[in-house]
């Protein structure tokens, strides 16, 4: 049961079919003419992507490159659990655990492997629930379960001390690593890390130009954005039966985040990444069946006690990095752990690692050189 397995990629020529004969059955929606995005995924830019996932992305070569990572399979409290290990040739370097958020994945960091390997043992882990990571096989799969699941996995690798990068949600996960093992956890990175405020006007109180822009997009996604949370975190089972069943849907549903959660001085999301990568990421949900698996994470989140009561405040130094999308407030993420190093840079949103790989590789390795 603790034992760790190679693991290759391998989808089989009948299932790529099957996906290039469902984007050729879509029944496309009619659409309010002259909307664009303001009321989510335009159907010709949507399309026109299909037709470009169906017709000309090439899976197998993505798939190649996907599995020049040794890539391995382990169980951890009845889930299989999937991750990347990448070890550096530097036998001093120090193991550092990558958790992604949704709607991303491993295959998201392929651009930051090279330039991060110099300097660190690379865990690239797939979270609970999703690509070979799931289907989820049980409920209750909450952030602080996954937190310990990932110090196992790490133990299991030989690694007694090591850092922890988190994205978004990953964040979390990250920050929840540090206070449940503080021992082991030399230092949390995060970026795209959400801070919210309390009730009290004292949190309100002196905030510089850029924390109001912060806090004001804050207020903005809750308003106008959180249409995907709500679903996703109250009835994932009823969302899970269209995006299982259609490509385009499951397309549709991903790529939004991606046109709103990048860079928003680019035009499109293949502007702020590659194409090819937005559908590798895509095509893991796709092909692993993951779709309603990672829509129950939000779930898990909702209705976890412990995700919303007080914490203690982890004793790990962290490392915050924000692109010009972000919502961190310092002062914010001073409750959960000591801020030592904070770095605000000048493009790049949510998806920083493939927007900006060398923002992010520069970031990570002088937060973690710093320590």
């Known amino acids: 049961m603790t034992a760790i397995r190679p693991f290759r990629i391998d989808i089989s020529d009948a299932d790529l079919q099957d996906l290039r004969d469902r984007l050729a059955r879509t029944r496309w929606t009619p659409e309010i003419p002259g909307q664009g995005w303001q009321r989510g995924v335009p159907v010709d830019y949507?399309?026109?992507?299909?037709?470009?996932?169906?017709?000309?992305?090439?899976?197998?070569?993505?798939e190649a490159r996907l599995?020049?990572?040794?890539?391995?399979l382990t169980e951890v409290d009845g889930q299989t659990l999937h991750f990347a290990h990448v070890e550096s040739t530097d036998p001093a370097a120090i193991p550092l655990l990558i958790t992604h958020d949704w709607p991303a994945s491993f295959a998201l960091y392929l651009p930051v492997v090279e330039a991060l390997r110099e300097h660190f043992h690379l865990v690239l882990m797939s979270n609970p629930g999703i690509a070979w990571s799931g289907p989820l096989t049980a409920p209750g799969w909450t952030t602080g379960r996954t937190a310990a699941a990932f110090h196992e996995v790490m133990s299991r690798l030989g690694y007694e001390r090591y850092g922890v990068q988190g994205t978004g949600g990953g964040g979390a996960t990250a920050v929840e690593m540090g206070r449940q093992e503080p021992a082991k956890v030399i230092g949390v990175h995060v970026n795209g890390h959400i801070t919210i405020p309390s009730d009290d006007p004292a949190d309100?109180?002196?905030?510089?130009?850029?924390?109001?822009?912060?806090?004001?997009?804050?207020?903005?996604?809750?308003?106008?954005?959180?249409?995907?949370?709500?679903?996703?975190?109250?009835?994932?089972?009823?969302?899970?039966f269209g995006l299982h069943d259609s490509p385009?849907?499951?397309?549709?549903?991903?790529?939004?985040?991606?046109?709103?959660?990048?860079?928003?001085?680019?035009?499109?999301?293949?502007?702020?990444?590659?194409?090819?990568?937005?559908?590798?990421?895509?095509?893991l949900y796709w092909f692993t069946g993951t779709a309603g698996s990672s829509a129950n994470l939000y779930w898990e989140v909702a209705h976890d006690p412990a995700a919303w009561a007080p914490k203690p405040k982890s004793t790990?130094?962290?490392?915050?990095?924000?692109?010009?999308t972000d919502v961190t407030i310092r002062r914010y993420a001073e409750r959960d752990a000591p801020v030592t190093h904070w770095t605000e840079l000048p493009s790049g949103g949510n998806f920083l690692p493939a927007e900006q790989p060398k923002l992010f590789s520069d970031d990570v390795r002088a937060f973690f050189g710093s320590l």
């Open 46 to 62: 949507l399309r026109g992507l299909a037709a470009y996932w169906a017709d000309e992305f090439d899976w197998r070569t993505a």
């Open 67 to 72: 599995n020049t990572l040794p890539q391995f």
């Open 204 to 240: 309100f109180a002196g905030l510089t130009e850029a924390e109001q822009a912060r806090l004001g997009r804050l207020q903005e996604f809750r308003d106008d954005k959180m249409g995907f949370n709500i679903i996703q975190s109250t009835r994932p089972q009823t969302l899970a």
């Open 248 to 283: 385009a849907g499951q397309l549709a549903w991903i790529i939004e985040k991606f046109q709103e959660w990048t860079d928003p001085a680019v035009t499109l999301p293949e502007d702020a990444v590659d194409r090819d990568l937005l559908l590798t990421n895509v095509s």
């Open 316 to 324: 790990v130094p962290l490392g915050v990095a924000l692109g010009v």
